[in-house]
């Protein structure tokens, strides 16, 4: 008898399709026969300048105890993130990234009887773990590419649990300032938990930039969710976490799975936050870089979305798959993004001065042949 084991997995997870990774240098080496030395990856919004000093002898010093589990707590972590965003230590829940908390909330605050919220073009992740739990989708239709934040609020109903704000947003980089964040929690009934995910906030400098952890204390529904793959350089460790009243971490750290945080990846973390002139050099870095990128734009006479992460939505029109394979043939991995509803963009990664510089000229060209195509 043969048995149909995809039919045998709850209704929620038949329907899922694979979160689509940026493509790794090594793959594209392989498929192509490319020297990986000479592949650029701007696909998955990772630091150009590589990991922190501080964090790699972190690292060293912690192989040395391989054999050991980690520390299940986080303790040393989570006292150095206490102290430098004042919260308490009871507030915060680790996580393997980001992506494993917002997987986390989900499954303690929403099932198969609730409605989650989010917003068109908003990270892929959020309907992902709204579906493996049979929660009910509700996409509210973006405005100007980000979010629409009175329609999100009007959506709530009796029936939501959760609502997903990307703020900066991925794949299109938009951002609402602090009083657009504070008005929005202002409208959510209290039952209501709103996951405000900051995964790119350290690049933001501006003194109306939104800070939810200022926001926890005078919204106890609030949930913020930030991480160390982007502006800290680590997203290799995978290490994440999330900001809320402390008994909605009672709640999260009940569920959270042991030791979920590794003891290389807790180290590294715990020093990079040490780290000050790092988080200043990739902060600059990524500013010159997303002015670069506009600027050839501009010349190239293509429209992007202004962007506050380390990343830019570029649109190449409805030939951007082919401009995506041209791409790869010069050695440069972008992020296609039809997956979010975008087929026209193409999402860039803001690397370091040269690798813009090889992608502008690969994107020239790879237009080019385009055009002489259509």
């Given at each position: 008898?043969?048995?149909d ?13 694979p ?15 490319l ?22 002898a ?11 589990y ?8 989570k ?24 997987e ?9 009887d ?63 300032d ?7 929690l ?12 900051e ?58 799975q ?31 870089g ?7 734009f501009?010349?190239?006479g ?5 962007s ?12 951007a798959?082919g401009v995506?394979?041209?791409l790869?043939?010069h ?8 997956g ?5 963009h ?5 690397g370091?001065?040269?690798?813009n ?7 020239s ?10």
């Amino acid at each position: 008898m043969s048995i149909d084991y995809q039919g045998l997995a709850v209704k929620g997870v038949q329907a899922l399709s694979p979160y689509q990774p940026g493509k790794p240098i090594s793959e594209l080496a392989r498929e192509l026969g490319l020297n990986p030395s000479e592949i650029i990856k701007l696909a998955s919004n990772e630091n150009p300048l590589g990991p922190s000093e501080k964090a790699v002898a972190a690292v060293e010093h912690a192989l040395t105890d391989l054999c050991l589990y980690p520390d299940g707590n986080g303790f040393e972590l989570k006292q150095k993130l206490s102290a430098r965003l004042g919260v308490g230590a009871d507030q915060i829940t680790l996580g393997n990234g980001s992506n494993d908390v917002l997987e986390v909330i989900a499954r303690c605050f929403a099932g198969s009887d609730s409605e989650v919220v989010f917003s068109q073009y908003a990270f892929a992740v959020y309907p992902l773990v709204t579906q493996a739990i049979g929660a009910t989708p509700v996409t509210v239709p973006a405005k100007d590419w980000g979010h629409d934040l009175d329609a999100m609020a009007a959506a709530v109903t009796e029936h939501t649990r959760l609502v997903f704000v990307a703020n900066p947003n991925n794949p299109t980089g938009t951002v609402h300032d602090a009083d657009a964040i504070e008005a929005f929690l202002g409208k959510i009934p209290e039952d209501v938990l709103v996951v405000l995910d900051e995964a790119y906030c350290e690049y933001m400098t501006g003194k109306k930039d939104p800070d939810g952890v200022a926001l926890l204390n005078r919204f106890p529904n609030l949930i913020v969710c930030r991480t160390f793959s982007k502006a800290w350089g680590l997203a290799g460790l995978r290490v994440g976490y999330s900001l809320s009243s402390p008994a909605i971490a009672d709640i999260l750290n009940r569920v959270r799975q042991p030791f979920n945080v590794s003891s290389v990846a807790l180290a590294a973390a715990t020093a990079v936050l040490d780290d000050e002139d790092y988080l200043q050099r990739s902060r600059a870095a990524n500013a010159a870089g997303l002015k670069q990128l506009e600027e050839a734009f501009d010349q190239m006479g293509l429209r992007y979305i202004p962007s506050s992460g380390n990343f830019i939505a570029v649109e190449v029109g409805p030939q951007a798959m082919g401009v995506y394979q041209a791409l790869l043939a010069h050695g440069v991995i972008v992020r296609p993004i039809a997956g979010y509803g975008m087929p026209n963009h193409l999402r860039v990664t803001v690397g370091l001065p040269a690798e813009n510089e090889h992608f502008i000229d690969a994107l020239s060209k790879a237009l080019a042949a385009a055009g002489q195509g259509a």
